[in-house]
């Protein structure tokens, strides 16, 4: 398909959990689909030409606990396989030195930078 949806949605806030490959922690939440959310259902049941006329119209998604959260109980949810061995892939492949080889070192201050920006 040439859709693609971009839910409202705070999942950038809340960290990875898995059970896959020994992790310690574990999710305790869930991501679905808000579906009694008018708009969201009626765009998850419509055709891609009738989405497209809805302009206005945006998804949203909910977070469910699947099991009880305890008071300062960091909430977790599994980003999915495919994010994780891209994510260990990254670890295994990243070293600072070679980051700190490849950075350029400035020592203009931030003010400076922007000056005659605004």
Do not use: C
Not at 19 to 41: E, V
Not at 69 to 82: F, K, M, R, T
């Amino acid at each position: 398909s040439s859709l693609t949806f971009f839910p409202l949605t705070h999942a950038m806030f809340i960290n990875h959990a898995s059970t896959r490959k020994g992790s310690n922690r574990h999710p305790n939440a869930k991501i679905r689909w808000a579906l009694d959310h008018t708009d969201t259902y009626h765009l998850l049941h419509s055709s891609i030409e009738l989405v497209k006329e809805r302009k206005a119209s945006k998804p949203f998604l909910e977070f469910v606990a699947t099991r009880d959260i305890e008071p300062d109980e960091e909430v977790l949810i599994d980003y999915g396989e495919a994010w994780e061995d891209a994510w260990n892939g990254h670890l295994t492949d990243w070293s600072i030195k070679q980051s700190l080889e490849n950075q350029i070192i400035s020592t203009v201050s931030i003010l400076a930078m922007n000056e005659n920006k605004f």
